[in-house]
């Protein structure tokens, strides 16, 4: 059986570089599961973000709300898919896409949005 060789591939270590990241931004979240922590500021701040400008062709959220039109994706389905990570939604956040209006979100409300899509992720 061969074993990944963490020193050949750097993605390796971007992987748990993330791994641990998750795992570290859980406990605060456990830690602070009544206050507001930066993070969860920025989560809501993505929340009004999206309902605003995204929820027209999104469903926004898990609680199964139905978006106008079905062609986006949810983004709860979009938070579960395996490849969906941090660096995945800000890259596709950054790049202008055709199905897409062109909103100009600046580097902080990218951030929330992403923040916010990925504490919709249920794995
Ligand atoms: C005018 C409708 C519309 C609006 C508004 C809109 N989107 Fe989308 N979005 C789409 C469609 C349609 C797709 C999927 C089809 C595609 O990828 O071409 C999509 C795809 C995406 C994806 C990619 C999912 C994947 O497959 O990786 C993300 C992430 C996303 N949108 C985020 C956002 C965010 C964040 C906002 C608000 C700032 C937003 N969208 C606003 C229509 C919209």
């Not at 971007?14 to 979240?29: P, S």
């Not at 993505?46 to 978006?67: F, M, N, V, Y």
Request: glycine share 4%.
């Amino acid at each position: 059986m061969s074993r990944p060789n963490l020193h050949r591939n750097p993605w390796l270590h971007v992987g748990a570089a993330l791994l641990l990241a998750l795992a570290a931004m859980l406990l605060i979240r456990l830690h602070y599961a009544n206050g507001a922590t930066p993070a969860d500021q920025s989560v809501q701040a993505g929340r009004k973000l999206a309902e605003s400008w995204c929820s027209p062709c999104h469903a926004i959220d898990a609680s199964g709300a139905r978006a106008q039109t079905r062609t986006a994706p949810d983004f709860a389905a979009v938070a579960n898919m395996p490849s969906t990570t941090e660096l995945s939604l800000k890259v596709f956040l950054q790049s202008s896409h055709p199905t897409m209006p062109n909103v100009i979100l600046t580097p902080e409300q990218r951030g929330d949005l992403v923040n916010y899509i990925l504490s919709l992720r249920q794995i």
